[in-house]
């Protein structure tokens, strides 16, 4: 059963500041937090319509680790995700180098774990990080999680948990079920579809329960399968292959796992939610029916290069795609440490700060906004008062960012 949730597009105005009430701290965001406001101007019908006014905090960017050269251990070759532990560690994937470098809350290098290999301690294609409710660091790699206890000095290695999925699903954030279980995402090609994906929950005895999120139908939206002749591509090459087209700006199905077993989706193209509590039962969260932005010349032209690859790619004779005009109103939802889901909405070409609509439950009780330059990547960390992502250079050099928050 879904419970739908509609915001009025009255309650998505600029926010207004808040004063401080005493010992309260400035960051926490309760749900009373959303004051429910009653104005008396009516509406055709004569009804009053609610405006929710929530507190807005913005983020700077505070702190930056990587360098153009000089100490190895600040030079980045393909950062995957950044995290942070309960001590305000930073903790930073280089997928080239199958490491996690581990910082204090400063920058300052502290230790290393992983390293190419099959090893029990090594990695093989580490992308994200999380902690189990004990406190424990797993590595989500392609085919595995390895299990670490942080130290002040070094990390301590636990066990190595097979995933159910191999090396399908790409990366995803590493959560866990109310119940302690770690949960795995990925792609259910068993079923014969290329687009049903699943969540398992992995019981300690190595069995799996399967939970399937979206029918194909659905999730294929602005996607497109074409069987490519694989001798055609390069000498030694035979059979056939199945490329996945990509709509530029279109429709994508997003994803979010969060802590505790609560998940949620959507499409790029409408502000309508799914979110799904640790219970089973879900609420549909739907904002204003704004359209996204129109793209750029430049987005433009992006699209049009792309389409034309992958005609070349898959043999086509015209454009897998049209290019929208505009953007959908969604650029990505995520769930932050404390279980919040963030709907970060599309932003025109150039703006200088993102903006996420943040949710309690079905609550809107904050607006969040960072500076653009600022790429969560796949796996974003957020916090209250932080979000973690990496900035590139103009000479392409890679480093992790934190962006701190401050209300207005």
Known sequence: MITSLVMPAASFLSPRRRRSRGPVS????????????????????GAPQPEIVVPTFDGTVDLEIGELDGD?????????????????????????ASEVRVFDRDGAFLF????????????????????????????RQAARYTAFELGDAAATYLRVQRRPFGGQGGAAPVTFD???????????????????HGRVHVNADGSADTVVLREPETAAAGHRTVV??????AEGFRGTAQLYLYQPHGPLWLRAHGPGGVWAS???????????????????????????????PEEREYARSRLERD??????????????????????????????LWVEKAAADGAAMVEADVYEGAALVAR?????????RAVPWATETALYGITTDELGVERAARVRFEPR
């Open 26 to 45: 400035r960051f926490a965001v309760p749900l009373c937090a959303a004051i429910l406001l009653w104005f008396t101007a009516c509406t055709a019908g």
């Open 72 to 96: 190895e251990a600040y030079l980045f070759s393909r950062i995957a995700s950044v995290a942070e532990d309960s001590l305000g560690r930073v903790l930073v994937v280089d997928r080239e």
């Open 112 to 139: 290393r774990l992983g390293g190419e290999g099959d090893g029990p301690e090594e990695f093989r294609g580490p992308c994200c990080l999380g902690f189990s409710p004990e406190g424990v660091l797993w590595v």
């Open 311 to 340: 005609m070349e790619r898959g043999n086509l004779d015209e454009p897998a795609f049209e290019i929208p005009e505009r953007k959908g109103p969604l650029a990505d939802i995520f769930f932050d440490q404390a279980g919040r």
């Open 178 to 196: 109310a119940d302690g279980r770690l949960i795995d995402i990925g792609s259910l090609r068993s079923s014969g579809e290329p687009f049903v």
């Open 266 to 296: 959507a499409s790029r193209s409408l502000y309508a939610v799914e979110l799904h509590a640790a219970d089973g039962s879900v609420t549909e969260i739907v904002g204003p029916p704004d359209p996204g932005p129109p793209l750029s």
């Open 228 to 233: 490519v002749d694989m001798s055609g591509l």
């Open 368 to 376: 969040y906004r960072w500076p653009s330059h600022v790429d969560p």
